[in-house]
Structure formats: C-alpha cells, structure tokens
C-alpha cells in the first residue's frame, strides 16, 4: 500500500456482488478491506483478489464487531454497504418464526448499514469520501413474490437512511447514494432459483439478459470517480430495465 492509496470498505465483500465491486475497486487502484461473517471465504476471495485486498470478520448487525472491524482505520474514502439476504416473512407465517426472521433481516440488510455508516463516519475522506448502499428493486416492489415483507421494508428503509445521511454529510463533500439492484445472477442470492423463474424474468427484462455483478461495479465505479461527484441522495436502478418507472 502506497500513502496515496485509496481505501474503501466493502461490507458482504467475500461473494456475490460485494466480491464484484471489490474486484473492480482493487482493479481500479484501491484497497480494499472485505467484511463479512465466514471467515474461511473471506480468506479465499482476498486470496483471490490480490495484495491490495485484506479482510476482516463482524456482523454488521452488531455494533462490537462493527467497531472491531474499522478500529485503528483513520481514512476511509469509499464505503460500501453490500451485505444482505433475504429470509421469507409473510402474513401466514407463524407470528414467533415470522418476528425472529423479521429481526434478523432488518439487522443484516438496514441496521448494519447504518451501523457501518455511524462508525465509519467520523473519519470519512472530507470532501470526497463516499457512501454507497445496495438496496435492491424489492424495496418499489415488494419482490417478485410473497414473503418479502422484512426484506422490503429493510430495503425502502436503506432508501430513507441514505436520503438522510446524504443530507448529514453533505456539508462535509460527503456523497451517500443507493444502487438498486433488478436480478444478478452469480450470487449467493439468486444461485439457486429455479431456470423457469429466470427466464421468465428475461423475458419482463427489456435489455434481455441477466445482470451480473459487474454491472452493479460498474455504477460504483461511476460514484466514486469525480464524474459522480454532484449525484447525492441518488437511487440508481441497475436491472436492465426489468421495471421501468
Ligand atoms: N443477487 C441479486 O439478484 C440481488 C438483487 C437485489 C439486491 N441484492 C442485494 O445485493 C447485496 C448482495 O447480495 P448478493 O446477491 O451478492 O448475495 P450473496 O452472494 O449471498 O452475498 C452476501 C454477502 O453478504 C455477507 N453478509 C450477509 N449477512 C451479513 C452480515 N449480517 N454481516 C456481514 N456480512 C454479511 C455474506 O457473507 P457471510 O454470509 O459470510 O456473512 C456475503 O459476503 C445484498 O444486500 C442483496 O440484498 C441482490
């Protein structure tokens, strides 16, 4: 690592689209620090990934691990908040199943990432760091089928929580923007859906194709560069056009 090096974090950094835009920042010129929680694939996708890339293990849920895993950073320029899953909650699902799993999305998908944005905060790049969180096309939808009620509602509130924290930040040169993702194959997500379900989303996608986590890079990319410089407070749909408007 040179002085001049930038550094940006990448929460769900070891798989999927995390591992995308991770490759891409470390191609881009950055270091990068992977965080997730499995340890075993955190070591892989560094190894993987290169001499820039190192990585450290926390819950974004939890505000421990969270501060264990930014102590002793005193710059960090870009911040990505990519960790996320999805567990079913829907109205018939019984109400101790349902709240446990409603708890669980909620901490991985929204909480960690203000969790992450709390901690890194006060030693953000000013001006010019950046905030990017990736909610999904769930949040205007409500998924493509039941059970997303958890998952929704933590992604339209990773909408809200980056609308305000583009406001907090901003006299500071600070950027906070959201990248919804449509369907990115390639990922821990979507690996096992079933060939019919994607190629009926195909088929509702105008572009044709399925996206893949370097289209998701790409728009980072874009966000970080000074190109992205006046986009704050910004939802950036990257779904190949899978719902227009
Ligand atoms: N794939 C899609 O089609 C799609 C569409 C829309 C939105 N998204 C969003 O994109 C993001 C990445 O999804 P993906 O499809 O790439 O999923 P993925 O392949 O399953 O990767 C998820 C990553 O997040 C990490 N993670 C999950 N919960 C965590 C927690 N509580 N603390 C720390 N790390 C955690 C995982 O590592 P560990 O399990 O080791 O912690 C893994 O690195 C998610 O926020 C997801 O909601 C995905």
Known sequence: ?????KL???TGGSRGIGFGIAKALADAGYRVILIARNEERLREAAAALGRSVSWRCADVGSRQDVQKALARLDRIDVLVNAAGFIRPVSLGIAGDEAEQSWDAVIAGNLKGSFLMAHAAASVLRSPGGRIINISSIGAQTGGSRPGGLAYAAAKSGLH????ALARELAPRGITANVIAPGFIAGTGFTGAWPEDRVSGIVAETPLGRVGTPADIAGAVLWLTSD????VTGAII???GGWRIG
């Open 227 to 230: 190109a992205g410089a006046f």
């Open 8 to 10: 940006a974090l990448v």
């Open 237 to 239: 749909p990257v779904n």
């Open 160 to 163: 809200g929580l980056t609308f």
């Open 1 to 5: 690592m040179t002085s001049e090096q």
